[in-house]
């Protein structure tokens, strides 16, 4: 079993910058990361992945030179730095772990954080 924990998420002004972080606890070798990200009303939509040696990684165009995700796997934590954000990235961002693509669906990914909010006002 693997549990995820998010955290970082707040309140920021639109131009700002905010670093979510999560930490997993059990096995995640060989595990794509992912995070998603969820606006009231609409899907959860995949923006970032990263393979678990960190050498592939994958953006949403809508977040595509703004974030950048990393990891430590001495500390089973993922990373999503998010400069420049703007009032539509606000929504409850989720980090989710499992043996999948690096391009894949919520429907591939057995292992969910519990989400946190970024609100981005203008």
């Known amino acids: 079993q693997v549990q995820l924990e998010e955290s970082g998420g707040g309140l920021v002004q639109a131009g700002g910058s905010l670093r979510l972080s999560c930490v997993a606890s059990?096995?995640?070798?060989?595990?794509?990361m992912g995070w998603f990200r969820q606006a009231p009303g609409k899907e959860r939509d995949l923006i970032a992945t990263?393979?678990?040696?960190?050498?592939?990684?994958y953006y949403a165009d809508s977040v595509k030179g703004r974030f950048t995700i990393s990891k430590d796997n001495a500390k089973n934590t993922v990373f999503l730095q998010m400069n420049s954000l703007k009032p539509e990235d606000t929504a409850v961002y989720y980090c989710?772990?499992?043996?999948?693509?690096?391009?894949?669906?919520?429907?591939?990914?057995?292992?969910w954080g519990q989400g946190t909010q970024v609100t981005v006002s203008s």
């Open positions: 989710a772990a499992d043996r999948v693509r690096v391009v894949a669906g919520t429907e591939y990914y057995r292992y």
């Open positions: 059990g096995r995640t070798f060989s595990y794509v």
């Open positions: 990263i393979t678990y040696g960190g050498s592939t990684t």
